[in-house]
């Protein structure tokens, strides 16, 4: 008797290709608002909308806002990691310098980068378990590694004694100080107990974590 088992498998192939594209056209509508309005003011309704759908759909492809939001976190740390990956310099300090440069060029000009991984980083790693399927947690995994491992070549090369947990501890350094630059304010004293504020520019903060970080690179004689 003839099968039908290859059309069946050609609906289901055909069916999971749909549902990439759908799941890939709200990702985008979803990073088009976020670099339009900024995170906070993104809604699924607005993501929806963009799409052409309504938002029981939205979360029949993803678990909640949670997940959507690490998978276009993604996006933007795919991004940033052909930059890192193109810094370039004469030497271990200069690839170093290069590299931080190019984190805070890119932070600078995806403020939403900035507000997306933060938000993620305030959720404790049970709550993420709960809320971001596995399937996504890997990617998201993934790509921050990606990047990490481009800095953490850098800093082994220079002989950093734990090269793994300093590029962690100056990616999420660098990404308040990023939002620092965003803001552009500083508090200080003007006299014991009476607070001021200053300025500071983006470039100041750009000098600021590539000279913080060639210094903690550098290994204590």
Avoid: W
């Avoid at 310099?89 to 805070?104: N, Q, S, T």
């Avoid at 000009?109 to 709550?127: K, T």
């Avoid at 965003?182 to 004293?189: A, N, S, Y």
């Amino acid at each position: 008797m003839p099968t039908r088992a290859p059309e069946t498998d050609g609906r289901r192939s055909a069916a999971a290709a749909r549902r990439r594209k759908r799941e890939a056209e709200i990702i985008a509508a979803t990073r088009a608002l976020f670099d339009e309005r900024g995170v906070r003011d993104a809604q699924i309704e607005d993501v929806a909308r963009a799409v052409g759908i309504n938002r029981a759909i939205v979360y029949r492809h993803f678990s909640g806002k949670e997940e959507l939001f690490a998978l276009v976190l993604v996006g933007y740390l795919d991004e940033l990691r052909d930059d890192l990956d193109a810094a370039t310099g004469h030497d271990a300090r200069e690839r170093l310098a290069a590299i931080v440069g190019a984190f805070v060029d890119y932070g600078l000009a995806h403020p939403a980068f900035v507000d997306c991984a933060q938000a993620l980083m305030r959720r404790s790693g049970p709550e993420l378990l709960d809320e971001i399927s596995e399937g996504a947690l890997f990617r998201l995994g993934r790509s921050i590694s990606a990047c990490l491992a481009v800095l953490g070549a850098a800093l082994e090369e220079l002989g950093v004694d734990d090269p793994t947990l300093l590029a962690n501890t100056l990616y999420a350094s660098g990404l308040g100080a990023l939002q620092l630059a965003r803001v552009g304010i500083l508090v200080k004293e003007a006299s014991p107990g009476i607070p001021t504020v200053g300025q500071i520019s983006p470039e100041q903060v750009r000098d600021y974590l590539v000279t913080s970080a060639l210094a903690l690179a550098t290994p204590v004689e």
